[in-house]
């Protein structure tokens, strides 16, 4: 996953400029799916049955359900929201023999053979409920290893299966329900999320959540290499501290405001990146307060070098909320 660089603050007395949060990432990872074919990373745009396709030449183009797919963060998510009930899923392995017979009348005792075979399937099922006419939909149901999340294995692996849904309409409850083969579960536990996609951009919904974690472990790992490789290109020696992941606070629903909201925050940087010991002065909606702090769990930065070694260093951050419709 391309992690977005910013340019290196101005760090006279620690204090960033005013950081705007129209320009940072989403909390939330709007998500889009994407394959190597023919040489290039293609994001999937439409599903036809289980099997995605991608656009090549102008033309849309069938891909294998068994094609390597990347899960990415995509810039943004595509008006509306849905939600998702009652989901139910599994997948099973199921062994079969088959019995069949040699015409050697010669060797009578070798005339009867046993092949076994093992069959990868699983089903899915969830209603959906949008709050908007939907064209053309999609869903991709993600498996996560469960010890990936945990932190307990570096596999990011996932499996992903796909399933066209059509259109949806405004306020009716649609039923998804399908049939997937070759699954293979290789004994793990996993935890399942759908992703709910029309013309290529994910449609927020109330298990959008659920892809954080993934999203989450995924910028960790990636953060750990880039804070080694960092260090050691700067054996020795002093350097600034450098900001490059910074996450917007999720306003949701219902609230809005009708001019930029202006909040200065101050914490510190850890050695290890993280920015911690939050203060938000002066104090703003309760509220937008928490969604701020929330945010800022998720920013990064290479810490600031001491000859070579990463210290604490405490921070001023002015930030800016453009004005948001109550109703966005």
Known sequence: MKMPRFPLAAL??????????????????????????????????????????????????????????????????????????????????????????????????????????????????????????QKACYVAVVFVDREYLADRTPDSSAQVTFESIGDLTKGRRTLISFQFKDFDGGGKHYDVFPLLFSHGMEIRTNRSADNIAFFRRQDEQIHRRLLERYVEANAGRDHPLQPYLRVSPDLVTGFGTSSPVKVAVTGTVEETGELNSV?????????????????????RFLPRLVQGRAVETRIKIPLEIPPTSPTS
């Open 12 to 133: 006279a007395g620690l204090l960033f400029p005013l950081v705007s949060f129209a320009q940072t990432e989403p909390i939330y990872h709007p998500t889009v799916v994407a394959v190597d074919y023919d040489s290039a990373l293609r994001p999937i745009v439409a599903a036809v049955g289980e099997s995605p396709q991608v656009t090549m030449d102008g033309h849309l183009v069938k891909m294998r359900h068994d094609a390597p797919y990347q899960l990415q963060r995509a810039a943004a998510y595509l008006a509306g929201s849905a939600v998702f009930e009652g989901q139910t899923a599994g997948a099973h392995a199921t062994a079969q023999s088959f019995h069949w017979q040699q015409c050697d009348p010669d060797y009578p005792e070798q005339n009867w053979n046993i092949s076994d075979t093992l069959e990868r399937h699983g089903e899915y099922s969830a209603y959906v409920t949008s709050d908007r006419d």
């Open 279 to 299: 203060e938000i002065n002066p104090t703003v909606d309760p509220q937008m307060n928490r969604w701020i702090r929330e945010s800022l769990g998720e920013w």
